[in-house]
């Protein structure tokens, strides 16, 4: 295996598994630590992965996106513990957006069910989850379902989506930088994520900190559109602040 094979099966490993582990590479293919972390140097400063202390994550782009597996599996303690705190921002919002993907399902399972609540999603999975609640009404937005994601996306939903006026959206996101904003693989998902920022009352964007400083294919917001954002304590506090000068309350929880 020369080395442009092994970079592209450190990749293939990467997005296959979530993660990867410079010290079980090294072991795998008999090479030097060393010299796995030369491969992913030169994969992320060609925007494939991320580095992380002790190994890298692969980035997303048009032509990969993480499945709902992987993403449920990664940072599963941190998304959940965002998802409490992202919930604790509803006030007295009646209608709200729940997008696509795991942390959004989880801040469906953390709102109140006590008090009527009207809440539209693309997300197949999020629209089961509240379904059964007789105090919460869910809106599918209808059209083509993704595979990956199972959601909603096409002129069905977003034109569903500019026939209302929403108090509260919870949005996430790809990759998020204070240069490219907030970004996704998928133009289709793009814009449905685009026209609920443009009628919703608030945004507050939920995701883990590996989400910050990356971008993906498709920009669909600025990071001024976000009212709040929630993440966790990965994402270090000079670098919330660097985001909240653009506008939105950063909280790392």
């Known amino acids: 295996m020369d ?10 490993m990467a997005r296959r598994q979530g993660d990867v582990d410079v010290r079980r590479l090294a072991a795998d293919l008999d090479v030097a630590a060393e010299t796995i972390r030369r491969d992913l140097s030169l994969l992320a ?27 449920s599996a990664r940072m599963a303690v941190e998304k959940r513990r965002i998802a409490t705190a992202a919930v604790e921002h509803l006030g007295d919002a009646e209608s709200i ?24 999603t693309a997300s197949l999975h999020t629209a ?34 500019a026939s209302f006026v929403i ?4 949005l996430g996101a790809n990759g998020v930088s204070r240069k490219h904003g907030l970004t996704t ?7 449905v994520k685009s026209q609920v920022v443009a009628v919703s009352r608030r945004v507050v964007f939920a995701g883990v900190h590996t989400k910050f400083g990356g971008s993906s294919f498709c920009r ?16 270090p506090a000079s670098e919330a602040h660097r985001y909240s ?8 929880v």
């Open 220 to 235: 669909f917001a600025d990071v001024a559109d976000v009212d709040t954002v929630v993440t966790d304590t990965g994402l």
């Open 45 to 71: 400063q060609q925007g494939l992965v991320r580095r992380t202390h002790g190994g890298a994550y692969p980035v997303e782009s048009a032509r990969f996106e993480t499945a709902l597996e992987t993403r």
């Open 97 to 120: 957006y729940l997008d696509e993907g795991y942390t959004p399902q989880l801040i469906a399972e953390a709102l109140p069910t006590h008090r009527p609540l009207t809440v539209v």
């Open 3 to 12: 080395a442009t094979q092994r970079r592209q099966h450190i990749l293939t």
């Open 185 to 191: 693989p998928d133009p289709a998902v793009a814009a």
């Open 167 to 170: 108090d509260l959206a919870f």
């Open 245 to 252: 000068l653009l506008g939105p309350v950063v909280l790392r």
């Open 128 to 161: 089961a989850i509240l379904a059964p609640h007789p105090t919460i009404t869910v809106l599918l937005l209808g059209g083509r379902v993704r595979g990956r994601t199972l959601a909603t996306v096409d002129h069905w939903a977003t034109g569903m989506l």
